[in-house]
Nanobody, 123 residues
Framework: QLQVVESGGGLVQAGGSLRLSCTASGLPFSRLVMVWFRQAPGKEREFVATITWSGRTIYYSDSVKGRFTISRDNVKNTVYLQMNRLKPEDTAVYYC????????????????WGQGTQVTVSS
């Protein structure tokens, strides 16, 4: 059974930066596709970014492209989300998820989830 734990959320002013971390344990991390989703109050969970096991294939949502960077360290079993030039509309609970199949952007395809970490961007 895979356990996923996020950290690094917090309160930041617009234009600032945060780095989220997600550590997974219980399955071979290097074989997992890792993804970040987010969910704002009253909205559906939406895709943010994903990275394949090798790190060679990365996708971003249009809303974060050019501002966020996803990366992974297969030795530390950790995936990161560096968030720069944050905007108030980035405010959400950010979730890390994993699967061993090909990467998708649909939350329903992922069966391993963290508890989420709150990111709040003030204007």
């Amino acid at each position: 059974q895979l356990q996923v734990v996020e950290s690094g959320g917090g309160l930041v002013q617009a234009g600032g930066s945060l780095r989220l971390s997600c550590t997974a344990s219980g399955l071979p991390f290097s074989r997992l596709v890792m993804v970040w989703f987010r969910q704002a109050p009253g909205k559906e969970r939406e895709f943010v970014a994903t990275i394949t096991w090798s790190g060679r294939t990365i996708y971003y949502s249009d809303s974060v492209k050019g501002r966020f960077t996803i990366s992974r360290d297969n030795v530390k079993n950790t995936v990161y989300l560096q968030m720069n030039r944050l905007k108030p509309e980035d405010t959400a609970v950010y979730y890390c998820a994993a699967r061993s199949e090909i990467a998708t952007m649909r939350p329903k395809d992922y069966n391993y989830w963290g508890q989420g970490t709150q990111v709040t961007v003030s204007s």
